[in-house]
Structure formats: structure tokens, C-alpha cells
């Protein structure tokens, strides 16, 4: 069954996304919230619906309209909600094996990890673009991508844990309560009680040797003729990831109110 909803104005609410996640999640009462995520993902962007995406949720979706795709209040913080959909549909658990299980790849790679690592990618290539990468982490790993990506992730795990939760309702809860306890779950439950710092370090340096020059598609390609990195190496140095590593663990910081 196709959802025939459609918003004819860009999004300025979240109000006006919730609703709008509603009617889907009516016009497909069976389906898990790892479908709903992913026909979500439709009405994003176009970027969201790529091959790669495919092959990272393991969840084909062409490109309907860009419903979802604004900046919305969650939680009291500007976030992109497109993007909060998009990093949610890979957070979610599905059943069977996607071809991204036999590889390295995780969901920070399409949530902070990525966000990091590809700026890091952008700014290497297009080095004259930038005053310098912090510049490209303020572009391409903004504040607002980050909550959306904390928002993913904690979103996910609670539709995770319970089943009969619905995406709609997981929003609201979150949006119910303050963007900084959020924060401080997100690193309990993801880096657990030790200090982050190595294992954000370990996961840009993953998606950067994976991703490389040519996307998760090339790691595919790569993986099933034998190699399990893509095609070109590419080196960048320890002050790239280093000024990446801080710019993330200085989000976590200001929005937790916590020493990091």
C-alpha cells in the first residue's frame, strides 16, 4: 500500500512532522518501525535514497518528496530533521542479514561518525573551499546534523527495545524531555562509563579506511571481489581526526553539561 499523504509546505514544525510520520504509520498498521523509518526516508531528501542508503539500511526507498526535509524544534534544539530520519532508519533493527552486516560498517558511519568523517573526506578534496577543516565540520557536522543524530540513536534504541512503540509517539517522548538527558544517555549507552575520547577516535578512523574514495558502494564492490576497503586509500592526517574528535566530544560536552 503506497501512502498518498503528502505536506504541499516545506516543514516548520515538529508538530507538523509528527502528524505527518501518523498518517504513514496508519496507512501501514502492520509494518515494523524499521519499514516506517525507511519509507520516511522517501520523504527527505533525494541523498537519502541513494544506493548507498540501500545497502547501509538494507531498505530500498526512491524519493517521493521532501516532507520531512526542514529544521525543526526537538527537545529545544534546532535539529535537521531529515537528517534525524534518515540516521534513525539505520539505528533500527531489521530482521535477516543485509549485505552491510558482512562488512565493518555500523550505524555511526550514517549518523556522527559519517558526519565527521565526511566532512574530514570534503575537506581534503576540496581543501581551497575551507578556511580550514573546522570549517567543514561547521558546514557538514553542524550542531543541528548532531542532534539529530543523538536523537536518532536514543529514539532507536527505545523502539528497539520495545516493538510496540511507535516512531510518532517516540518523538514526543523525547521531545518531552530536556535535549541534555538525553546527551548523557547517548554516551552511557554508547560508550559506556569510560572515556569516549578512544572510541570516537577508533570509529572515524574506521569509517574513513572504509569509505575512502569511493563510498560504501566501492566498500561493497571491493568486498565482494576480495577487498574489504573499496578502491583507493586515502591518507589524512592525525590533525584532521584529532579536530574532529574535539568537535565532537564538544558537542557532547555543551549540550550535556557534563565533563566529557
Do not use: C
Amino acid at each position: 500500500m503506497k501512502s498518498q499523504f503528502s505536506s504541499s509546505l516545506s516543514l516548520t514544525s515538529l508538530n507538523q512532522a509528527v502528524q505527518f510520520i501518523e498518517k504513514v504509520e496508519q496507512d501501514y498498521p502492520a509494518a515494523t518501525a524499521y519499514e516506517i523509518a525507511n519509507r520516511l526516508r522517501g520523504h527527505t531528501k533525494k541523498a537519502y535514497t541513494t544506493k548507498f542508503w540501500t545497502l547501509a539500511t538494507g531498505f530500498q526507498q526512491k524519493f517521493v518528496a521532501p516532507d520531512l526535509d526542514g529544521t525543526v524544534s526537538l527537545a529545544e534544539e534546532s535539529t535537521d530533521f531529515g537528517h534525524f530520519i534518515a540516521a534513525l532508519s539505520d539505528q533500527l533493527n531489521e530482521p535477516g542479514i543485509k549485505l552491510s552486516d558482512m562488512t565493518q560498517w555500523t550505524a555511526d558511519y550514517t549518523s556522527w561518525a559519517g558526519d565527521i568523517g565526511s566532512s574530514i573526506v570534503t575537506y581534503t578534496r576540496q581543501a581551497d573551499d575551507f578556511s580550514s577543516v573546522m570549517e567543514a565540520f561547521d558546514r557538514f557536522a553542524s550542531d543541528s546534523d548532531h542532534v539529530a543524530n543523538i536523537a536518532a540513536y536514543i529514539v532507536g534504541y527505545w523502539l528497539n527495545q520495545d516493538p510496540q512503540l511507535k516512531i510518532s509517539q517516540a518523538i514526543r517522548n523525547f521531545h518531552a524531555e530536556d535535549f541534555s538527558i538525553h546527551v548523557i544517555s547517548f554516551i552511557t549507552l554508547r560508550f559506556g562509563d569510560t572515556d569516549p575520547a578512544p572510541q570516537v577516535r577508533q570509529q572515524i578512523v574506521r569509517y574513513l579506511s572504509l569509505v575512502s574514495d569511493s563510498g560504501l558502494w566501492g566498500v561493497m564492490r571491493g568486498w565482494m571481489q576480495g577487498r574489504w576497503f573499496g578502491w583507493r586509500q586515502k591518507q589524512y592526517t592525525e590533525t584532521e581526526i584529532n579536530h574532529g574528535i574535539a568537535h565532537f566530544l564538544n558537542f557532547l560536552q555543551r549540550k550535556s553539561q557534563a565533563i566529557v
